[in-house]
Nanobody
Framework: VQLQASGGGLVQAGGSLRLSCAAS????????WAWFRQAPGKEREFVAA???????RSADSVKGRFTISRDKSTNTMYLQMNNLKLEDTAVYYC??????????????????WGQGTLVTVSS
């Protein structure tokens, strides 16, 4: 499975961005997709995940602001980010694995990764 993330950029605080992650190659009927992010000098952290049945999970820090979704017809996952804050500045990575995991927020659970896309939030 190959993942290609895109959509990052520079945005002012309070603004919005939508990230995309296109998957190609092998696909799974039961899967988990997720977004992680890594800010400079910090560890990679979980942002949101979506299961093949559409169920979603998100980190407390982004609840009410970020929405994860996917389009099965195009094998694309999205992260709609609204009301962006300075602390959202990071490289955002998409990830995938076959089958849902109860440890969905752990980066080590995911076998496939995109290259990352930089989101910079300015004041």
């Amino acid at each position: 499975v190959q993942l290609q993330a895109s959509g990052g950029g520079l945005v002012q605080a309070g603004g919005s961005l939508r990230l995309s992650c296109a998957a190609s190659g092998r696909t799974f009927s039961d899967y988990a997709w997720a977004w992680f992010r890594q800010a400079p000098g910090k560890e990679r952290e979980f942002v949101a995940a979506i299961r093949s049945n559409g169920a979603t999970r998100s980190a407390d820090s982004v609840k009410g602001r970020f929405t994860i979704s996917r389009d099965k017809s195009t094998n694309t996952m999205y992260l709609q980010m609204n009301n962006l804050k300075l602390e959202d500045t990071a490289v955002y990575y998409c990830a995938a694995r076959q089958f849902w995991s109860v440890a969905y927020s752990r980066s080590s659970e995911y076998h496939y990764w995109g290259q990352g896309t930089l989101v910079t939030v300015s004041s």
